[in-house]
T-cell receptor, first 111, second 116 residues
Framework: QKEVEQNSGPLSVPEGAIASLNCTYS??????FFWYRQYSGKSPELIMS????GDKEDGRFTAQLNKASQYVSLLIRDSQPSDSATYLC???????????FGKGTRLHILP | EAGVTQFPSHSVIEKGQTVTLRCDPI?????LYWYRRVMGKEIKFLLH????????ESGMPNNRFLAERTGGTYSTLKVQPAELEDSGVYFC??????????????FGPGTRLLVL
């Protein structure tokens, strides 16, 4: 089992709809989770971090964490074409003492 | 404030040649990381510096890779001799020396390396 797993997509979502990105992780004791956005040919950019069970909202973005299920998600409300990018899920793995990345999900917002 | 910069942005070399990648972290960031992304795969950790010291180099593929961070400022990653499987995008990231489990890592634009 990969340490951080994501569906590679592409995930196509109509403009204005909610985009839902999902991620699972293997290290049960991981405490910190991150969502990075990467536009094609650009550097990954942190958009959300979450450390506690439940939801964390920041503008149009909501991160959700369920430690019992080892599941973290990112919701993007009112999706815009500018949200089209690859979204990388990452977890700080205590046993490795480092951040481990998933492969990323390509999101395409349809105008 | 300037972000993380990397040089060169692209490099095309032949198998057996040497390439040196450079990373300038954000000023004042003690932590510096090197990552690599091979096409179709996830971003993989290579190594971590705290100031000038190698904290963790468990991700370095083999002894053809050598990283340095003289003076705790910029870092170089040298590949010698390069092999075909070394092709990929090499990212550098930096962060302040705070709680590493919750830190924001700031990524550079990456160096796209192609070994022919």
């Amino acid at each position: 089992q990969k340490e951080v797993e994501q569906n590679s997509g592409p995930l196509s979502v109509p403009e204005g709809a909610i985009a839902s990105l999902n991620c699972t992780y293997s290290d049960r004791v991981s405490q910190s989770f991150f969502w990075y956005r990467q536009y094609s040919g650009k550097s990954p950019e942190l958009i959300m971090s979450i450390y506690s069970n439940g939801d964390k909202e920041d503008g149009r973005f909501t991160a959700q964490l369920n430690k019992a299920s080892q599941y973290v998600s990112l919701l993007i409300r009112d999706s815009q074409p500018s949200d089209s990018a690859t979204y990388l899920c990452a977890a700080f793995m205590n046993r490795d003492d480092k951040i481990i990345f998933g492969k990323g999900t390509r999101l395409h917002i349809l105008p | 404030e300037a972000g993380v910069t990397q040089f060169p942005s692209h490099s095309v070399i032949e198998k057996g040649q040497t390439v040196t990648l450079r990373c300038d972290p954000i000023s004042g960031h003690d932590n510096l990381y090197w990552y690599r992304r091979v096409m179709g795969k996830e971003i993989k950790f290579l190594l971590h510096f705290v100031k000038e010291s190698k904290q963790d180099e468990s991700g370095m593929p083999n002894n053809r890779f050598l990283a340095e961070r003289t003076g705790g400022t910029y870092s170089t990653l040298k590949v010698q001799p390069a092999e075909l499987e070394d092709s990929g995008v090499y990212f550098c990231a930096s962060s302040p020396n705070r709680d590493r489990s919750r830190e924001t890592q700031y990524f550079g634009p990456g160096t796209r390396l192609l070994v022919l």
